[in-house]
């Protein structure tokens, strides 16, 4: 993968940190991360959509993880700090 699509995957790690989503609905997290998902996707060359594929469900797994994986008669809830 080239250095540039690198790079914005690790900035989609950054984020999903807890701390940009304070005070936030799960809504509000969703549209950001399915927008930004979607411009990597686009921004991907051929050769590189396989591997930008593997590396986008890796994220998605720490999306579940950090418990942002809610039904949707949550997605207008406020994400409160772990505790």
């Known amino acids: 993968m ?20 304070h ?13 930004r998902c979607i411009d990597l996707v686009a921004a991907a ?5 396989a591997e930008l594929e593997v590396e986008l469900l890796a994220v998605r797994a720490s999306v579940e993880d950090a418990g942002y994986m809610v039904s949707s008669d949550r997605l207008g809830e406020v994400i409160e700090p772990p505790m």
């Open 2 to 21: 080239r250095d540039a699509m690198t790079i914005a995957v690790s900035e989609l790690y950054q984020g999903i940190r807890h701390d940009h989503w």
């Open 23 to 35: 005070g936030k609905t799960f809504r509000q997290f969703w549209d950001w991360f399915n927008a």
């Open 45 to 49: 060359e051929a050769g590189e959509l």
